[in-house]
């Protein structure tokens, strides 16, 4: 089975940065879009970057400029750099890939990791 594991959350100050990582492991024939959701308390769940096989990227408007998202196809892993960081970017943060388990599938399926949080505050 496959198995998404983020690593990277934590407590930062107003301004400071944190990185995120995501590896993907177990039945992968290949993977297409990566990418990185979060949901605040009380609030839906959003996309926040994402990132195609080819390396087009995506981002929401408010995070523009400040995050950057990155994947090494040789481990199977998503990265989200997270520069000047708000208190508004607390939340928790979620990967997905969108994998091809055999070269015997057409569908892509969509697994999610299990969220690591993220907290922004003085």
């Known amino acids: 089975q496959v198995q998404l594991v983020e690593s990277g959350g934590g407590l930062v100050q107003p301004g400071g940065s944190l990185r995120l990582s995501c590896a993907s492991s177990g039945r992968i024939f290949s993977i297409n879009a990566m990418g990185w959701y979060r949901q605040a308390p009380g609030k839906q769940r959003e996309q926040v970057a994402g990132?195609?096989?080819?390396?087009?990227?995506n981002y929401a408007d408010s995070v523009k400029g400040r995050f950057t998202i990155s994947r090494d196809d040789t481990k199977n892993t998503v990265y989200l750099q997270m520069n000047s960081l708000k208190p508004e970017d607390t939340a928790l943060y979620y990967c997905?890939?969108?994998?091809?388990?055999?070269?015997?599938?057409?569908?892509?399926?969509?697994?999610w990791g299990q969220g690591t949080q993220v907290t922004v505050s003085s």
């Open positions: 997905i890939a969108d994998i091809r388990e055999t070269p015997f599938m057409n569908n892509l399926r969509r697994f």
């Open positions: 990132i195609t096989s080819g390396g087009s990227t």
